[in-house]
């Protein structure tokens, strides 16, 4: 079974902090993926990657960024927390880049004060 | 016109019901279909996955795509408590295109 491991399942940081959200996932699957998940807005995608230290902007890449220097590791970086950025964040990875259904975390509920 | 659009709910039902969850969509080009279910304070996890137009029927539940008329659908039969969470569609072109479009999600709850 695919395991997609989020770091934390809780955080809280101030506006203006570096926060960094890490997801690994044991599958040896090429494609990883960050959405944010919020209340009438539904799944986002912020960032994805098809490959190590490769990158692509998705949907609302504003003010994040991305890095993926191990095949099995994925981290978000919020450069410089916003309230607006307080959201369930879910990482996800998939073996196929075009057909393969995506295999989700537990997410890493985000609070920005 | 939104690109998938998902009524919401939410829709609440008795233990036994048979559940019709819905999506429709615009862009003729999607042509993979997907159910996810997702539990309170859990991820999404893939439910049913089929391609193009026709029926795929898993246990209780079957998921039904209609490319002529735009429009998706999930029964659920014997509904049971359990069932109770956030059901999710999504769906992609293919191709070049890595893209996975979510509908926003119907809330279930199933009362015993």
């Known amino acids: 079974d695919v395991k997609v491991t989020q770091s934390s399942r809780y955080l809280v940081k101030r506006t203006g902090e570096k926060v960094f959200l890490e997801c690994v996932q044991d599958m040896d699957h090429e494609n990883m993926f960050w959405y944010r998940q919020d209340p009438g807005l539904g799944l986002r995608l912020i960032y994805f990657?098809?490959?190590?230290?490769?990158?692509e902007k998705g949907d609302i890449p504003e003010g994040y960024s991305v890095s993926r220097e191990k095949k099995e590791r994925f981290s978000l970086i919020l450069e410089s927390a916003s309230t607006n950025q307080t959201s369930m964040y879910l990482c996800a990875s998939s073996s196929d880049r075009v057909v393969a259904p995506l295999h989700f975390g537990n997410g890493t509920r985000l609070t920005v004060t | 016109q939104k690109e998938v659009e998902q009524d919401p709910g939410p829709l609440s039902v008795p233990e036994g019901a048979i559940v019709s969850l819905n999506c429709t969509y615009s862009?003729?080009?999607?042509?993979?279909f997907m159910w996810y279910r997702q539990y309170s304070r859990k991820g999404p996890e893939l439910l049913m996955y089929?391609?193009?137009?026709g029926n795929k029927e898993d246990g209780r539940f079957t998921a039904q795509v209609d490319k002529s008329s735009k429009y998706i659908s999930l029964f659920i039969r014997d509904s049971q408590p359990s069932d109770s969470a956030t059901y999710l569609c999504a769906m992609s072109s293919g191709g070049s295109n890595y893209k996975l479009t979510f509908g926003k999600g119907t809330l279930l709850t199933v009362n015993p």
């Open positions: 089929t391609y193009s137009s």
């Open positions: 862009n003729s080009a999607f042509q993979y």
């Open positions: 990657s098809y490959d190590v230290k490769m990158k």
